[in-house]
Antibody, heavy 114, light 107 residues
Framework: EVQLVESGGGLVKPGGSLRLSCAAS????????MNWVRQAPGKGLEWVSS????????YYVDSVKGRFTISRDNAKNSLFLQMNSLRAEDTAVYYC???????WGQGTVVTVSS | DIQMTQSPSTLSASVGDRVTITCRAS??????LAWYQQKPGKAPKLLIY???SLERGVPSRFSGSGSGTEFTLTISSLQPDDFATYYC?????????FGQGTKLEIK
């Protein structure tokens, strides 16, 4: 069964850091582009970042450039999102998703508040 | 960046109705457009990819069409399970962008 499971969310103060993880199973992880998508409370979906299968190329929405870093470990079938200099507006459920979004994790909640 | 605008934002309909949701892009692109359904507290579910390709396991009452700057999602006969929020997303170029969503409510 194809599955994605996120972890690492939590409550952090403004300016703090968190590292999200997404564990993949049931497919050849290294051959897929992976994405992070977030959803602020009561709001719509926002694409955050993508990384191609080899990890060579990464892409970010402007609002997180320079603060967030996407990475992957294909040997461990894992996707990561390092989030630094967090702001209140980064508060959201963060989902990892495969390719065009045929598979999503259950989401992990990030709350940035003092 | 390609901006995606969905309409309507809210749609009230009854079981058995045919409904259409529209997504307009700020610039033309190839058919790299997806439609998702999301229910409260759940992850989005892919319905349509490449503008008109039905994801495996999705009922055939869902269909997508369009190209260029205008795309539509049609549900031919609404079922009780279809009341949810729907999003379009372009994946033609980075940054990928979503529409703001259409909430489909029971009339």
């Amino acid at each position: 069964e194809v599955q994605l499971v996120e972890s690492g969310g939590g409550l952090v103060k403004p300016g703090g850091s968190l590292r999200l993880s997404c564990a993949a199973s049931g497919f050849t992880f290294s051959t897929y582009t992976m994405n992070w998508v977030r959803q602020a409370p009561g709001k719509g979906l926002e694409w955050v970042s993508s990384i191609i299968g080899s990890g060579t190329y990464t892409y970010y929405v402007d609002s997180v450039k320079g603060r967030f870093t996407i990475s992957r470990d294909n040997a461990k079938n894992s996707l990561f999102l390092q989030m630094n200099s967090l702001r209140a507006e980064d508060t959201a459920v963060y989902y990892c998703a495969r390719e065009v979004g045929d598979t999503w994790g259950q989401g992990t909640v990030v709350t940035v508040s003092s | 960046d390609i901006q995606m605008t969905q309409s309507p934002s809210t749609l009230s309909a009854s079981v058995g109705d045919r409904v259409t949701i529209t997504c307009r892009a700020s610039q033309s692109f190839s058919r790299w457009l997806a439609w998702y359904q999301q229910k409260p507290g759940k992850a989005p579910k892919l319905l349509i990819y490449k503008a008109s390709s039905l994801e495996r396991g999705v009922p055939s009452r869902f269909s997508g069409s369009g190209s260029g700057t205008e795309f539509t999602l049609t549900i031919s006969s609404l079922q009780p399970d279809d009341f949810a929020t729907y999003y379009c997303q372009q994946y033609d170029s980075y940054p990928y962008t979503f529409g703001q969503g259409t909430k489909l409510e029971i009339k």
